[in-house]
């Protein structure tokens, strides 16, 4: 099992960055394809960044692309989701989430952290 804790959310300008931060509980850290997603009031979770187990691999939203940057760092059992350019249209939660395989959809990921805030102002 997996625990997850997000960190790093905030209020920031458009056009400015933030680093989430998600710290994984376990041995098995390494063995996990992690993603970010987010979601607003009345929306859906919308996937945001995937990266493979040894984070040779990721896969971005095109709403993100050349925006976000995930990566992980597997010796401290952790996974980063730097974003700049920020538009108000990326105000959410931002969760992160575990799976056991490279894939998109939220409901393929097992794990999941409780969310931090992320709010952009124009």
């Known amino acids: 099992q997996v625990q997850l804790v997000e960190s790093g959310g905030g209020l920031v300008q458009a056009g400015g960055s933030l680093r989430l931060s998600c710290a994984a509980s376990?041995?098995?850290?390494?063995?996990?394809?992690m993603g970010w997603f987010r979601q607003v009031p009345g929306k859906e979770r919308e996937f945001v960044a995937t990266?493979?187990?040894?984070?040779?691999?990721?896969s971005s939203a095109d709403s993100v692309k050349g925006r976000f940057t995930i990566s992980r760092d597997n010796a401290k059992n952790m996974v980063y989701l730097q974003m700049d350019s920020l538009k108000p249209e990326d105000t959410a939660v931002y969760y992160c989430?575990?799976?056991?395989?490279?894939?998109?959809?939220?409901?393929?990921?097992?794990?999941w952290g409780q969310g931090t805030q992320v709010t952009v102002s124009s």
């Open positions: 989430a575990a799976a056991g395989r490279f894939t998109v959809y939220s409901a393929s990921y097992d794990y």
């Open positions: 376990g041995r098995t850290f390494s063995r996990y394809v």
């Open positions: 990266i493979s187990t040894s984070g040779g691999s990721t």
